[in-house]
């Protein structure tokens, strides 16, 4: 069965969300990164890692299709349920980056928080349909590894 059949199964967001932490932190793992867990489930990030000597928090988002084709996209704001409604927040000065796994072709991207959009964010692996490639976050410069390899060069 492929991972995007499993996350279809898992009905519930919070399942497939602990579902994602434990790729992505098994991700790192395997490419020798410590990480870090919070003791409290209330934190901002979900992880920290250790890349070279330095610290980073990373909130783990899970990635679907974007309603354009060719791209995914992710929440960059943290919507909580409260007696008086919703309550809808954004990470910045909380993380320093966004990891986000694309269930469908099995990719981990990690974006910083400075580059991530105010509500969303998107991350193309193919040309738009329309050719425009202005202001447009391909996935090559966001995967796991190229970040990885940046931090631990930088």
């Given at each position: ?42 934190e ?49 000065g ?41 202001n ?19």
């Open positions: 069965m492929s991972r995007l059949a499993q996350y279809d199964r898992l009905e519930e967001p919070q399942k497939r969300g602990q579902a994602t932490e434990a790729i992505v932190i098994a991700e790192l793992v395997a490419r020798d990164v410590s990480v870090l867990t919070p003791a409290f489930d209330n901002p990030y979900d992880l920290v890692a250790e890349v070279g000597g330095d610290f980073h928090r990373i909130q783990v988002k899970t990635a679907y299709d974007s309603k354009r084709d060719g791209a995914v996209e992710f929440r960059t704001r943290s919507v909580r349920t409260k007696s008086d409604g919703y309550e809808r927040s954004g990470y910045e909380e993380i320093d980056y966004f990891a986000a796994l694309n269930v469908r072709k099995e990719q981990i991207y990690l974006i910083a928080i400075e580059e991530a959009g105010s509500t969303t964010t998107a991350i193309r692996y193919e040309p738009a349909a329309n050719d425009n490639r202005a447009v976050n391909w996935h090559a410069e966001y995967r796991l590894e190229t970040v990885l390899d940046d931090l631990r060069s930088g």
